[in-house]
């Protein structure tokens, strides 16, 4: 006899049963259903850690490690099977399964007390405690009305839960209208999983549900936060999935400002391509008036970028139209070539501290603003970039100068028969908008040639390089009638390195280290040159010594002038290490200079030369006691004069989860260089609970010689299961405005995040972790579990 017709007539023998308990019955409709129709089935998970069973039958099941998910082949339809406690019917026609009734087919599952099926028109009648479980989504009411094979029909009065999202609500009635979408009708949603009311929830006349394309379009909603409605709208669409884009409004922010007033913006997102979107936020000032940014971001394998606009068409105190543009672009044109372009302006010299973003906090004024584009090169030992440079440069700061262009190309190679050696050539006009100052064209060849020899314990490290330079003066300066028209100069420098790489265990405080001791000694010598007296100041400013650069050669940065050198430097630097994970617990550095004549070619502008014999002593050192606990200093010292040159000491205390520590000091004496000001203060910066849930955020920057704030920024942050609510003030004094006056200012910030619903940041959180080093923002929701965590 076929299978096919063995199926039929066991089935209609088991409906054709009247009113007889049917647990036998119904376990024999399982067995045969599920043991000789070969389709996919969704298994109850009864052992994760079963074995692999083998099989006596192509038609037999076996036990499976893990529930997975099996697409059917196309043109097959699943299998329909039921359980219950009793089960009757008519033969081919209908049948009624009662107590614990459960009717499966493929990934969707209705249980209920009652539930009555029929075969003919494939529809379903669910009575009594409903539960309809499908792809994940899961619905609970008081009865049903399905087509099963389509995966339509009605719940009345149920309780939904979403599986992509993890929200869950109410409704008068939910249409399912397919696999993908339905309708919840005068309904509820929220993601907040708490045991009594949700704390934030959407309220609305209908939600339309889109599955496939992870969308929720709620009509006449009005969002609730603790019971209170704090926002409306005819129409709010938001995402079911997390991390998928679609366009919106997005969070408002709302700050008042001493130069703003109170400011309010809504930004609304719009998702125009996969690749490219377009945020339009309007921001409306009490004390300015309206400013319009629009924000316009795009992303490709070759290309990317994204242009701002600030525009604010009438100021109400400047009485003008004011407006900022930024502006970036990188592309890749293959086989080594790329560009880029950068660009930012603004309308007048008092833009930056009238209108900075309102979702930001000052560290300081913006007064140059560049404008760029340049091409790179990059393959192997090659790599040239030619660009052209200006800048938009607000009062007081004095204009830098332009490069209209400037083409440099590095050339180097590595262990070439145990040589390393490279060239840069850089070829630059430079140009200036102020009246009357000098402008030149400049060439640069600097070759090189290094032979480093590295051993176990060891390393030898002797470096030539030659400077050529070649200037070009085109025009006059009336203010010098002695100007020359050219200049050349050609000064080699000679560089040697050497230190000892010294090792030992040993045993410290009922600990085992690895203590190093490094000494190294670097020299470099480069001949005086006369003409190097008569080289511009376009793009050099003398190198500060400091143990980020005790081991250079002592040249300033840029390419203007080489300094004549014949100095020593020696340094020794300890270590403890961890012996198994090689983390570095302790390092202690000290150096000095020595000079063996005066210095010739100076790089300030009053062109004084150093007359000492040695350069002051620099000493360094960090701890690292415990994973929550370090410690860094840095200090040098004059022993010439008996004086502290620079100090900085600092720690960081991070015994727990959100509970961090920083405290900084730094000094420097006001008479190293006519430009430097005394520097004294204390800078203490945390995140530490304050009581359950609340979280406190400061930090303090402290000029203890003025006895002032420099700035201070203090925040509050509420953490909830599934909301936050954070707040920030902050006093600033921004450097000096273009009237040459101290400016100063403070801004207040707030920020409600509902967890799952509106998780952006406004500019609150961003601040805190740029203010507080190892701050940690708020916890999130938990992703959304595998729909198989709960299967029924």
């Known amino acids: 006899m076929p299978i096919a017709q063995f199926i039929q007539k066991s089935l209609s023998l088991a409906l054709n049963l009247r009113r007889v308990p049917c647990l036998m019955h119904a376990a024999a409709i399982l067995l045969a259903v599920s043991g000789f129709l070969p389709f996919p089935s969704y298994a109850r998970l009864i052992n994760i850690h079963a074995p692999s069973t083998q099989l006596n039958s192509a038609w037999e099941l076996r036990v499976a490690p893990q529930l997975e998910e099996h697409s059917l082949p196309s043109g097959v339809s699943p299998a329909v099977f039921g359980l219950s406690e009793m089960v009757s019917g008519t033969m081919n026609h209908d049948s009624l399964l009662e107590g614990n009734a459960e009717l499966r087919r493929h990934a969707s599952v209705i249980k209920a007390n009652v539930i009555h099926y029929n075969s003919d028109t494939d529809f379903a009648e669910?009575?009594?405690?409903?539960?309809?479980?499908?792809?994940?989504?899961?619905?609970?009411?008081?009865?049903?009305?399905?087509?099963?094979?389509?995966?339509?029909?009605?719940?009345?009065?149920?309780?939904?839960?979403?599986?992509?999202?993890?929200?869950?609500?109410?409704?008068?009635?939910?249409?399912?209208?397919?696999?993908?979408?339905?309708?919840?009708?005068?309904?509820?949603?929220?993601?907040?999983?708490?045991?009594?009311?949700?704390?934030?929830?959407?309220?609305?006349?209908?939600?339309?549900?889109?599955?496939?394309?992870?969308?929720?379009?709620?009509?006449?909603?009005?969002?609730?936060?603790?019971?209170?409605?704090?926002?409306?709208?005819?129409?709010?669409?938001?995402?079911?999935?997390?991390?998928?884009?679609?366009?919106?409004?997005?969070?408002?922010?709302?700050?008042?400002?001493?130069?703003?007033?109170?400011?309010?913006?809504?930004?609304?997102?719009?998702?125009?391509?996969?690749?490219?979107?377009?945020?339009?936020?309007?921001?409306?000032?009490?004390?300015?008036?309206?400013?319009?940014?629009?924000?316009?971001?795009?992303?490709?394998?070759?290309?990317?970028?994204?242009?701002?606009?600030?525009?604010?068409?009438?100021?109400?105190?400047?009485?003008?139209?004011?407006?900022?543009?930024?502006?970036?672009?990188?592309?890749?044109?293959?086989?080594?070539?790329?560009?880029?372009?950068?660009?930012?302006?603004?309308?007048?010299?008092?833009?930056?501290?009238?209108?900075?973003?309102?979702?930001?906090?000052?560290?300081?004024?913006?007064?140059?603003?560049?404008?760029?584009?340049?091409?790179?090169?990059?393959?192997?030992?090659?790599?040239?970039?030619?660009?052209?440079?200006?800048?938009?440069?607000?009062?007081?700061?004095?204009?830098?100068?332009?490069?209209?262009?400037?083409?440099?190309?590095?050339?180097?190679?590595?262990?070439?028969?145990?040589?390393?050696?490279?060239?840069?050539?850089?070829?630059?006009?430079?140009?200036?908008?102020?009246?009357?100052?000098?402008?030149?064209?400049?060439?640069?060849?600097?070759?090189?040639?290094?032979?480093?020899?590295?051993?176990?314990?060891?390393?030898?490290?002797?470096?030539?390089?030659?400077?050529?330079?070649?200037?070009?003066?085109?025009?006059?300066?009336?203010?010098?009638?002695?100007?020359?028209?050219?200049?050349?100069?050609?000064?080699?420098?000679?560089?040697?390195?050497?230190?000892?790489?010294?090792?030992?265990?040993?045993?410290?405080?009922?600990?085992?280290?690895?203590?190093?001791?490094?000494?190294?000694?670097?020299?470099?010598?480069?001949?005086?040159?006369?003409?190097?007296?008569?080289?511009?100041?376009?793009?050099?400013?003398?190198?500060?010594?400091?143990?980020?650069?005790?081991?250079?050669?002592?040249?300033?940065?840029?390419?203007?002038?080489?300094?004549?050198?014949?100095?020593?430097?020696?340094?020794?630097?300890?270590?403890?290490l961890d012996p198994a994970s090689g983390k570095r617990r302790s390092r202690f550095v000290i150096a000095q200079q020595y000079y063996f004549h005066n210095q010739g070619a100076m790089f300030t502008q009053s062109r004084s030369a150093v007359q000492t014999e040695h350069s002051d002593i620099i000493m360094g050192s960090s701890f690292r006691l415990s994973s929550d606990f370090s410690t860094e200093q840095a200090f040098q010292y004059n022993l010439g004069t008996n004086q502290l040159v620079r100090a900085s000491l600092g720690f960081s205390w991070s015994p727990a989860e959100r509970r961090v520590l920083n405290a900084t000091y730094r000094y420097t004496r006001s008479n190293i260089k006519p430009s430097d000001k005394l520097i004294n203060q204390l800078v203490i910066s945390a995140q530490w609970p304050l009581a359950r849930r609340l979280y406190g955020v400061v930090r303090v920057n402290y000029d203890i010689n003025q006895n002032h704030l420099i700035d201070a920024m203090m925040g509050f942050e509420y953490d909830e299961k599934c909301w936050s609510f954070g707040i920030g003030l902050q006093k600033y004094t921004n450097g000096i405005n273009s009237f040459n006056q101290a400016f100063t200012g403070t801004r207040i910030l707030a920020q409600l995040q509902l967890k799952g619903f509106a998780n952006l940041d406004n500019g609150l959180v961003s601040q805190f972790q740029a203010s507080v080093p190892g701050y940690q923002p708020v916890t999130p929701l938990p992703v959304p579990q595998n729909r198989f965590t709960h299967y029924q």
């Open 126 to 576: 669910a009575i009594g405690n409903v539960r309809i479980i499908n792809n994940g989504n899961k619905f609970s009411g008081s009865d049903a009305h399905l087509e099963i094979g389509a995966s339509s029909g009605y719940i009345t009065k149920p309780q939904y839960y979403f599986g992509l999202s993890g929200g869950f609500g109410s409704a008068e009635r939910i249409d399912i209208i397919d696999g993908a979408r339905l309708v919840v009708h005068h309904g509820t949603y929220t993601e907040c999983q708490c045991d009594s009311s949700p704390a934030w929830y959407v309220k609305a006349t209908r939600f339309n549900v889109n599955n496939k394309t992870n969308l929720c379009v709620a009509h006449n909603s009005i969002v609730f936060f603790q019971g209170v409605p704090i926002f409306a709208s005819p129409w709010l669409l938001f995402q079911l999935s997390k991390g998928s884009r679609q366009s919106g409004l997005l969070p408002p922010t709302v700050m008042t400002s001493s130069s703003t007033g109170l400011a309010i913006s809504l930004p609304y997102y719009l998702n125009l391509a996969p690749n490219y979107d377009l945020t339009i936020t309007p921001r409306i000032m009490s004390r300015r008036g309206i400013l319009i940014s629009p924000n316009f971001r795009y992303l490709s394998q070759i290309y990317s970028g994204n242009l701002i606009i600030e525009y604010l068409p009438y100021d109400h105190i400047t009485h003008t139209k004011r407006y900022a543009v930024f502006f970036n672009h990188r592309q890749n044109f293959g086989h080594g070539f790329g560009g880029y372009i950068y660009y930012s302006r603004v309308s007048d010299k008092t833009y930056p501290e009238d209108l900075v973003s309102s979702n930001s906090f000052l560290l300081r004024t913006q007064a140059l603003y560049q404008q760029e584009i340049g091409i790179t090169y990059n393959n192997g030992p090659w790599s040239a970039l030619l660009r052209w440079q200006h800048w938009q440069t607000l009062q007081p700061l004095i204009a830098p100068y332009g490069l209209e262009p400037q083409l440099n190309v590095k050339y180097s190679r590595h262990n070439v028969s145990g040589l390393d050696f490279g060239a840069e050539v850089d070829a630059t006009r430079f140009s200036i908008s102020t009246a009357d100052a000098l402008e030149s064209t400049r060439c640069v060849f600097n070759p090189y040639i290094l032979y480093p020899i590295l051993r176990p314990g060891y390393f030898f490290t002797p470096k030539i390089q030659w400077h050529f330079e070649s200037y070009n003066f085109p025009t006059t300066n009336s203010r010098d009638s002695y100007q020359i028209q050219s200049l050349n100069i050609n000064v080699p420098t000679l560089s040697l390195d050497s230190g000892l790489i010294l090792d030992r265990r040993v045993h410290l405080f009922g600990r085992d280290y690895i203590q190093t001791i490094e000494p190294r000694l670097y020299y470099v010598y480069t001949p005086h040159h006369r003409n190097q007296r008569f080289a511009p100041f376009f793009d050099t400013a003398k190198s500060d010594f400091c143990l980020a650069n005790i081991f250079e050669d002592g040249n300033p940065i840029g390419n203007d002038c080489v300094a004549d050198i014949n100095q020593l430097t020696s340094a020794l630097t300890l270590c403890l």
